[in-house]
T-cell receptor, first 108, second 115 residues
Framework: QQPVQSPQAVILREGEDAVINCSSS?????VHWYRQKHGEAPVFLMI?????EQKGHDKISASFNEKKQQSSLYLTASQLSYSGTYFCGTEIYGDMRFGAGTRLTVKP | DGGITQSPKYLFRKEGQNVTLSCEQNLNHDAMYWYRQDPGQGLRLIYYSQIVNDFQKGDIAEGYSVSREKKESFPLTVTSAQKNPTAFYLCASSNPTGYSNQPQHFGDGTRLSIL
């Protein structure tokens, strides 16, 4: 079962903040976040682990609520380079499932 | 530099033809994955392999086949049974430990179209 992402799309002005949510109907052990630019491969941003350890990106933060089986990605003071589609993924023993993605557009 | 190489970048398939997409990695990763991405859509798992000579079906394995004879290679064959193969195909690798706590590294993808 794929995780569910919201919103599907968001448009920001430079400097504004955004939150992208990811929820799962199954217990989460870790949540991956990736960003994909149009026509390119996804790029790793961050992994959040059960128990709170976080690995990833300095300028983008995230939270992981194990009880609610949810994760949120926080983009603060957005830059033009933040534009792209953001995917969350949940993986257990190599079986990775990605959400449908959130398209983020940052305008000048 | 270490990375994942997918080839070709563009591929065209005739009706009734099988085609093979190549994926090679020199990251010494144990696990490799194939995803399909349709325009404006997310990534759907086709097959994955956590070790040489072993692989598992993902959500959309029908019409596809894979092999994992070498650690660094995980080719995907799109068979004639796959009636709608037009998509962007992405290969990835990682080094899973326990449940999972390692990122996936992606190749640049192959765009497959029907002639």
């Amino acid at each position: 079962q794929q995780p569910v992402q919201s919103p599907q799309a968001v448009i920001l002005r430079e400097g504004e903040d955004a939150v992208i949510n990811c929820s799962s109907s199954k217990a989460l052990y870790s949540v991956h976040w990736y960003r994909q630019k149009h026509g390119e491969a996804p790029v790793f941003l961050m992994i959040l682990l059960k128990g709170g350890e976080q690995k990833g990106h300095d300028k983008i933060s995230a939270s992981f609520n194990e009880k609610k089986q949810q994760s949120s990605l926080y983009l603060t003071a957005s830059q033009l380079s933040y534009s792209g589609t953001y995917f969350c993924g949940t993986e257990i023993y190599g079986d990775m499932r990605f959400g449908a993605g959130t398209r983020l557009t940052v305008k000048p | 530099d270490g990375g994942i190489t997918q080839s070709p970048k563009y591929l065209f398939r005739k009706e009734g033809q099988n085609v093979t997409l190549s994926c090679e990695q020199n990251l010494n990763h144990d696990a490799m994955y194939w995803y399909r991405q349709d325009p404006g859509q997310g990534l759907r798992l086709i097959y994955y392999s956590q070790i040489v000579n072993d692989f598992q079906k993902g959500d959309i394995a029908e019409g596809y086949s894979v092999s994992r004879e070498k650690k660094e290679s995980f080719p995907l064959t799109v068979t004639s049974a796959q009636k709608n193969p037009t998509a962007f195909y992405l290969c990835a690798s990682s080094n899973p430990t326990g449940y999972s706590n390692q990122p996936q590294h992606f190749g640049d993808g192959t765009r497959l179209s029907i002639l």
